[in-house]
Structures are given as structure tokens and as C-alpha cells.
């Protein structure tokens, strides 16, 4: 059984209260267990459970991880990020951030600031580690007014102690021109999500294809972070072993592929342009076939224009406890046939049977890889095959909820 949480107090003070909302964008999404948020934010289970401990603020590239992971609204969590830790050096009696001090009178885009955090290669689990004493380095607007007065010394102590940082913790600086040797890159300024290399590196290619040439590879363990993602050709996940069509993009415009990283765009996240990038699924359709039989084998089968992966849930009770309480469930996900994705699904091998001639809710989801919310949807309703009857379907009008969505289109490994 894993362990409760220890009870937080938003009232405490910006530390817990941010914590506390951390834990509640968790619950909002089902409340996934942290391995499994880890398999979406590419940052292990223990620092994500850190991050919304209440014992330390996390860094800004794990809060964002942390919230995309739980499909929430990363650019305000970017926004509430600043804002505690700003509150937490004014209450330490910290010394000068390494941004300009903000003009009370000023102008400029105020919400506009990121962390960018100092990252160790080498940690044990793969995941992102910093110094306990050394705080996220924060770039924030122009200073103006009485701000300037400050900025040269802070910035050259500043700049002195981030150059002395990234020798110690990551070696000389190469530019990521090196094929043999890139070392990781710094983290952008705003990165719309992270990911985390794993494996054999993540391959940095000038378009979404494959047979685009290579131009660098970042070690696993590398940080990346990323201003949005496309839709291109389908790269086998080597976690999961399913087709991920998405690949995410650098600010250079470079792509890596989605499959080859652990990370996932926030659910709010739309596909952007890139170099062979292919348009988003807009319309699928949903078939079910099954003979007169006892048994209530269905095989459901997807079509539609640029859908390249297929997801299938259904809904129905799991527990014969409580045949009343009916959710979303997986049935399968699949890229791996063309033109139709298809799935078998047996509801009579069920723990609360669903039995011939009965009618289930189903839904067909074109999704772009796992952990994706989907795009293009369908929903019907399946009567199952009986001795006499074959199965059919009834299209439905709704529209297919996030909850259905994020079922269809889930690792299928996850639980």
C-alpha cells in the first residue's frame, strides 16, 4: 500500500498552499500514482513526489512537468511559480535574484518570467538534480527605474557564479555541435513542457522523419525543453512498444521524436507547424463486427484521414460489486495496421462481465501517442453479439468527454 501523504495546510504559508494546489491538479485528474505521472512527465516518481511534499519549492521545469502531466494549465503554474518564489526570497532574507528587480511603475510583460535549472547528468535516477543550496537562476523583463541601479553588479556576480555552475556540474559547454559527445543543452527561456532523454539518446532532426539525417543526439538524462510539438511520421515508443506519431520541438525548430524521450505536451496543448509536419486527424469512423455467437467477441475497427493511431475505450463497470458504478476503460490502442486500426475485445473475460445482447457504450479516438487526450472522436453505442444476433452499432451525437479521450489514448501498460 503506498504511503498517505502528510497533510498540508494552505493556510501555512506560499510554500504549502503551493504544494496544496499541486496535490489538487493531481486529484483532478484521477489522482494517478506518481510512477505513473513520472512515465508522463520524464521525471522520476520520488521527484515528483517531492514537488508537492511542501518541503521545498520544486524547480520550474518540474512544476511544469508535474502539471502537464496532470493536463493542467502549465502557463498559469508558470505564472504562480514566480510568484512564490519570489515570496520565498523576500521571507529567507535571500540574496538578489539573478533577474532584474521589477519597477513597481514599469512597464512590460510582468508574467513573462521562467526558471531555468541546473541540472546534474550524472544523477543516479536519470532525473533532474540541483545543488540543495543553489536556487533556480530566474531571467526576467527589462528592469527600468530604480531597478537599473542594481543590475550591473548582480548580473556580474551572477553570470561569474552560473559559469562556475555549469563547468562543475556539466563540463566544458559545447554548443551541442558534437555528433560523438553534445552534453545537454541549457533549458529555453519559457519551455512550453520538458521531456527527459532515456535509453540511447534523443536524436535532434531537422524535420518530423525519419529519413531526415541526425544532426546531434542528447545523452539519457539530458533535460530538454520544448516550445511545442507537430505531428509527423510514427516512431515506435521504446518504453511502451507503440507507435507515438508527435515529435517536439526545440527553439532552434529542430524536432525530436516524442517516442524517444519520457514527456508529454500539456492537454491544452494544439499541434504547431514544423519542418514535414503532418495535419491533425479531424474525422473518424467506427465499425464493429461480431457473428451470432454465445460469446460476445467484438472486433472494432478505425478509419479516417491522417489518423495514424487508434485508441478504444469503453464504458462499463469493473467491479461485480458494484455494477452501478460504471467508468471509461481501455479496450485497446494500436498504429500498427493501414488503413484500419483494429482491435478484439472479449467483455464476456471481464471482472463484471458484460453479457450478450447487452449495450455498451463505446468511443474510438484518434490518437498521436500515449498519454495523449486524442483529436478526432467517435461514439456509439455497441449491442454485443448473441447466439442468434450479430453485434451493431448505434452512432451517438455527444461528444466524446476528456475523460473517454485520455481512456482511448493511455499507455497501455498504465493501470
Known amino acids: 500500500m503506498a504511503r498517505r501523504e502528510r497533510p498540508l495546510d494552505p493556510a501555512a504559508g506560499p510554500l504549502e498552499a503551493f504544494a496544496h494546489d499541486l496535490r489538487a491538479v493531481r486529484a483532478a485528474a484521477g489522482e494517478p500514482t506518481y510512477r505513473r505521472l513520472a512515465q508522463l512527465a520524464g521525471y522520476s516518481a520520488s521527484t515528483l513526489s517531492e514537488a508537492a511534499?511542501?518541503?521545498?519549492?520544486?524547480?520550474?521545469?518540474?512544476?511544469?512537468?508535474?502539471?502537464?502531466?496532470?493536463?493542467?494549465?502549465t502557463e498559469a503554474w508558470e505564472h504562480r511559480w514566480k510568484?512564490?518564489?519570489?515570496?520565498?526570497?523576500?521571507?529567507?532574507?535571500?540574496?538578489?535574484?539573478?533577474?532584474?528587480?521589477?519597477?513597481?511603475?514599469?512597464?512590460?510583460?510582468?508574467?513573462?518570467t521562467a526558471g531555468a535549472e541546473l541540472i546534474r547528468a550524472d544523477a543516479p535516477d536519470g532525473s533532474p538534480a540541483a545543488p540543495r543550496d543553489v536556487r533556480p537562476i530566474?531571467?526576467?523583463?527589462?528592469?527600468?527605474?530604480?531597478?537599473?541601479?542594481?543590475?550591473?553588479?548582480?548580473?556580474?556576480?551572477?553570470?561569474?557564479?552560473?559559469?562556475?555552475?555549469?563547468?562543475?556540474?556539466?563540463?566544458?559547454?559545447?554548443?551541442?555541435?558534437?555528433?560523438?559527445?553534445?552534453?545537454?543543452?541549457s533549458m529555453p527561456r519559457n519551455p512550453k513542457f520538458t521531456a527527459t532523454a532515456y535509453g540511447d539518446g534523443a536524436p535532434v532532426r531537422s524535420g518530423a522523419a525519419l529519413a531526415r539525417p541526425s544532426s546531434t543526439t542528447y545523452a539519457a538524462g539530458c533535460v530538454l525543453g520544448f516550445t511545442g510539438f507537430c505531428i509527423g511520421e510514427k516512431v515506435t515508443d521504446r518504453t511502451a512498444g507503440i507507435p507515438d506519431s508527435r515529435w517536439f520541438i526545440l527553439p532552434d525548430g529542430h524536432v525530436v521524436p516524442s517516442a524517444l524521450v519520457h514527456g508529454n505536451p500539456p492537454a491544452h496543448l494544439a499541434p504547431a507547424a514544423c519542418t514535414d509536419a503532418r495535419p491533425a486527424p479531424k474525422r473518424i469512423s467506427l465499425k464493429a463486427t461480431g457473428p451470432p455467437s454465445p460469446d460476445p467477441r467484438v472486433i472494432l475497427t478505425a478509419t479516417g484521414p491522417q489518423v495514424q493511431m487508434a485508441g478504444f475505450a469503453a464504458y462499463y463497470a469493473a467491479d461485480p460489486a458494484h455494477p452501478e458504478l460504471r467508468l471509461w476503460h481501455q479496450i485497446g490502442l494500436t498504429g500498427d495496421a493501414d488503413p484500419a486500426l483494429s482491435v478484439a475485445w472479449r467483455p464476456d473475460k471481464l471482472p463484471a462481465p458484460v453479457h450478450a445482447g447487452d449495450r455498451v457504450l463505446v468511443a474510438a479516438v484518434a490518437c498521436l501517442g500515449g498519454g495523449d487526450s486524442g483529436y478526432a472522436a467517435s461514439l456509439a453505442s455497441l449491442k454485443l453479439p448473441g447466439p442468434r444476433t450479430g453485434a451493431s452499432l448505434a452512432p451517438q451525437s455527444a461528444t466524446v468527454d476528456q475523460v473517454a479521450r485520455r481512456a482511448a489514448c493511455q499507455y497501455p501498460s498504465a493501470s
Open 53 to 73: 511534499s511542501g518541503a521545498r519549492l520544486p524547480t520550474l521545469a518540474v512544476t511544469l512537468a508535474f502539471v502537464g502531466a496532470c493536463s493542467g494549465d
Open 83 to 112: 510568484e512564490v518564489h519570489d515570496a520565498l526570497q523576500v521571507s529567507d532574507g535571500a540574496p538578489p535574484s539573478c533577474a532584474p528587480e521589477e519597477d513597481a511603475g514599469a512597464g512590460g510583460d510582468a508574467g513573462g
Open 138 to 185: 530566474i531571467f526576467g523583463p527589462v528592469a527600468t527605474g530604480r531597478a537599473k541601479r542594481n543590475i550591473a553588479a548582480v548580473a556580474a556576480g551572477c553570470l561569474l557564479a552560473a559559469g562556475l555552475l555549469v563547468v562543475g556540474l556539466n563540463g566544458p559547454w559545447r554548443g551541442g555541435e558534437s555528433k560523438e559527445s553534445p552534453g545537454c543543452p
